[in-house]
């Protein structure tokens, strides 16, 4: 084979390569990835090379055929364009969600679907900052995580405070990727509050809901930053009831919003249900961060 012909076959020539629009396109899986006991990444590539550039935070929509029928879904881009070739999208089961499960027990490697996207006026990059603080609740984590991938990889000197509400420590997704992060540069710095442990769980790290009293523990200077908050609408309903409290300046407070109630809400119901009482939860002084097993019940 001749140096022309190596070049024409180089899948992956800058030459040749095209960069992702707002459209249709048609992707093939190429990696399943089990995050925790519920929740897989699933990634993706074009059959011909594609620069999937995208703002950190935006979201694609799903053309799927179930059941013979059309079902459309959109699900927000957890991976970073830092890594341009392909990106992912992270999905937790949901106990009756219709496309969450079809996803995890249909979606294999090789698989091909149409997405439409990317879209969403979510990001880091219309909403740029020297200090920022992600707040996230549950797979409310993928948007926030696409962001911190984004100026982890880009060698950024963003000082970057991360804190994560999960139900339990086996329902932290990204845990070790976190860590590692958090481990290896200095502008990063990860809290994990869990709701509760389950028996023969370990947990060191804070327990209970976030409230406006660990927020300022953990973040003193949260009126100096740019807040972007994604999880279940209870839980960025108790964060905007926070930040007031605090007098903070909302005009640079940003939620992950689909323009309408975005179509995975419906599978988001039953985490939402069990998050629910986050927001009746109105902090006050000396609220008791920790809980006894009975009250989380």
């Not at 140096?3 to 190429?30: A, K, M």
């Not at 459309?72 to 341009?84: L, W």
């Amino acid at each position: 084979m001749n140096e022309p012909d190596i070049l024409q076959d180089n899948s992956l020539n800058p030459v040749n390569t095209q960069t992702w629009v707002n459209g249709r396109h048609v992707v093939r899986c190429v990696k399943v990835v089990q995050e925790t006991h519920d929740v897989k990444t699933f990634c993706f590539m074009s059959q011909t090379p594609i620069m999937f550039f995208f703002k950190p935070g935006q979201f694609v929509t799903l053309e799927l055929n179930i059941g013979g029928e059309q079902v459309m879904r959109s699900y927000t881009i957890s991976s970073s364009p830092s890594v341009p070739y392909s990106f992912s999208i992270t999905v937790k089961r949901q106990k009756h969600g219709l496309v969450s499960n079809w996803l995890h027990d249909n979606l294999r490697v090789d698989d091909e679907m149409a997405v439409h996207g990317p879209i969403g006026n979510f990001n880091c990059i219309d909403f740029p900052t020297d200090k920022a603080l992600f707040l996230s609740g549950g797979v409310g984590i993928t948007p926030v995580m696409s962001m911190t991938r984004w100026w982890y990889d880009t060698n950024s000197a963003v000082d970057m405070k991360f804190i994560h509400s999960s139900q339990t420590p086996k329902d932290i997704i990204f845990l070790k990727e976190l860590e590692l992060m958090s481990s290896r540069i200095d502008n990063f710095d990860l809290s994990i509050i869990c709701e509760r442990y389950d028996i023969g769980e370990s947990w060191h790290g804070y327990r209970g809901f976030l409230t406006q009293q660990l927020l300022e523990l953990i973040a003193p200077d949260v009126l100096q930053r740019e807040v972007y908050c994604c999880g279940p609408e209870p839980y960025m309903k108790a964060v905007r009831e926070m930040l007031g409290n605090l007098d903070y300046d909302m005009s640079r407070y940003h939620e992950e919003s689909f323009g309408e109630t975005p179509p995975d809400a419906i599978e988001d119901a039953e985490e939402s249900a069990e998050l629910a009482h986050i927001a009746e939860e109105t902090p006050q002084p000396g609220f008791c961060v920790e809980f006894i097993d009975e009250a989380c019940q």
